[in-house]
């Protein structure tokens, strides 16, 4: 073919125009092409940095579209990169072909053939290569090199116009689906804020400051009821990412057998009632953050999975073989102790330390010396709002009678409280101004993880110093006295928790974060 016609030329840049309204663009792209310029096999491959991707490809097996080029790896893709112009191999080029045994018709390597490159630029930057092959030699030399200037100009121009278009469309397709996970009840609330200013709390805020920016992993632990939630959402907030969405996962209420459905999402007819395709959550967080609540209930199946997709990068919906990339960072959270659970054989080692690239640890209430009366504030003020009260506020009895309380549910259980108190207080106010009482406040007892027989003695001893003529501070008077029966149980079951929180008549999770508030270690010596 030595003629191309200016007619054909401009046919070409009306079909080609209109290829690009069709969902197989691509496609239309080629076939356009090849309605120009007779050849054997063409393909259009992306542009990406070190390598070419296939878009599409007419003539060579469909499994060429699941490669990647590596451009120093092959000679004749080097030289079309480095060119501005249209390379034509000649049909004695020794250098090696990247189609060979790629032919449709041919299973060998290819015969002695036509090549040509054709390098595509938008705006001086290369953004795609167009490859034609035909197995009669020599027959592209005769083309004009204007002729075949203005089909790479058109061709670039309607590559860059449907890559732009894909794009769109993938922006629109994934907003749709980031809208959708975030329509759903999430205990995520951008209003709440991280309140206290007790040295805990200020440390904390300076673990979230120096963590944020960083693309690293973190494993947040810490009791139910401390506000995990709100610590994962500040991280978010402050990191590079913060205008892209943070996406809720809830582990522990995940079916197993959808675990891998909702992390990486699922085909239509993957498995039975699959009767349509579904992102999975990393997809829906490409570019922001997955935050993965109760990480310690994933059963060891899922934490496999999840941990091949931590380290790659990559994952697969189920029921498709493509590779998805992904660029996700992880925030998880647990009330569990992780590095016991690794030690039980319940948690995967290699999970863990993926997750704990930096761990932060949200303190308990009742080690939030002095935060209770700002909470209390905070909390009051949205009641206020909530029931249309003009003004409620807390007496001074109730504060302190606030502060006695040892809060096993945390900062969720003093809201609660206060949620219920405030109500009773408004249901028999006689003025606008509604104070809380006492009177409108539950009995609250201390927590003391000992049962009364087994304690009794103990009790009677300790009560029998004589308090009149001293001050105590009730809540370190507990502690101590709580230090003291734990580690004496702890002795006697010689470092035994299992044992010890039996005897003790608790939970060993809630007996072990007992032990590390009170600062009690066990430490085991191999002889």
Same mark, same amino acid.
């Given at each position: ?15 080609? @125009? ?22 054997? $096999? ?18 060579? #097996? ?92 058109? @061709? ?52 979230? &400051? ?21 610590? $994962? ?15 809720? +996962?809830?582990?522990? @209420? ?10 990486? *999402? ?12 579904? @992102? &999975? ?30 380290? #790659? ?18 925030? $998880? ?11 039980? *054989? ?29 909470? +209390? ?44 108190? =405030?109500?009773? =207080? ?25 049962? =009364? ?10 009560? $029998? ?17 709580? /230090?003291?029966? +734990? ?7 010689? &470092? ?12 060993? =999770?809630?007996?072990? /974060? ?14």
């Amino acid at each position: 073919m030595s003629q191309i016609t200016s007619t054909a030329l401009i046919e070409l840049s009306l079909d080609l @125009a209109q290829s690009l309204t069709a969902d197989d663009r691509f496609d239309c792209l080629l076939t356009t092409l090849r309605k120009t310029i007779t050849c054997e $096999a063409v393909v259009v491959l992306a542009y990406k940095d070190h390598y070419l991707q296939p878009l599409a490809l007419q003539g060579l #097996s469909r499994e060429t579209l699941g490669r990647r080029f590596i451009i120093d790896e092959h000679p004749r893709f080097q030289r079309i990169c480095q060119s501005k112009k249209t390379v034509r191999f000649a049909a004695s080029c020794d250098l090696p072909d990247p189609y060979d045994g790629l032919l449709i018709d041919r299973e060998c390597d290819l015969p002695v053939h036509a090549c040509m490159g054709i390098p595509l630029y938008f705006n001086d930057k290369l953004i795609g290569v167009l490859t034609l092959d035909s197995l009669t030699p020599n027959i592209f030399d005769d083309i004009p090199e204007r002729t075949l200037d203005v089909i790479a100009a058109m @061709a670039a121009v309607s590559l860059n116009t449907a890559l732009t278009i894909e794009l769109l469309e993938a922006n629109v397709h994934h907003s749709k689906q980031v809208m959708a996970a975030l329509s759903q009840s999430t205990p995520l609330k951008k209003q709440d804020d991280l309140i206290g200013q007790s040295p805990t709390m200020q440390r904390l805020k300076r673990e979230i &400051g120096l963590v944020a920016p960083s693309n690293y992993s973190v494993l947040i632990q810490g009791d139910s009821g401390t506000g995990k939630e709100l610590v $994962a959402q500040r991280i978010h907030q402050l990191s590079n990412r913060s205008e892209q969405p943070i996406i809720y +996962v809830n582990c522990a @209420a995940l079916p197993e057998s959808l675990i891998e459905s909702e992390l990486f *999402g699922h085909v239509k007819g993957a498995f039975t009632g699959a009767d349509s395709q579904r @992102a &999975g959550k990393f997809v829906v967080a490409d570019g922001g953050t997955l935050f993965l609540d109760e990480v310690g209930e994933l059963p060891l199946a899922a934490q496999s999975k999840l941990l091949r997709a931590l380290q #790659s990068q990559e994952i697969q919906a189920v029921g498709q073989d493509k590779v998805i990339h992904v660029d996700v960072r992880v925030i $998880a959270a647990t009330n569990r102790d992780l590095a016991n659970e690794v030690e039980q *054989g319940n948690f995967r080692s290699d999970l863990f330390h993926r997750l704990n690239v930096y761990p932060v640890s949200v303190p308990a209430l009742r080690e939030r010396h002095g935060d209770i009366e700002l909470l +209390v504030g905070f909390f009051i003020e949205k009641l206020k709002r909530k029931l249309g009260i003009s003004q409620l506020k807390v007496a001074a009895s109730v504060l302190d009678f606030l502060q006695q309380y040892d809060w096993p549910g945390n900062v969720r259980e003093l809201e609660h409280f206060l949620s219920r108190s =405030a109500l009773k =207080a408004s249901a028999s106010a006689r003025s606008q101004v509604v104070t809380i009482e006492l009177s409108h406040c539950e009995q609250l007892h201390a927590v003391v993880p000992l049962t =009364a027989t087994s304690t009794q003695s103990v009790v009677t001893s300790e009560l $029998a110093t004589d308090l009149t003529a001293q001050s105590i501070d009730l809540r370190e008077e507990v502690n101590a006295f709580q /230090r003291k029966i +734990v580690k004496k149980i702890l002795a006697q079951e010689q &470092g035994n928790w299992s044992a010890a929180a039996k005897r003790l008549n608790v939970d060993r =999770a809630n007996l072990t /974060r007992l032990a590390k508030r009170l600062g009690i270690q066990v430490q085991k010596v191999v002889s």
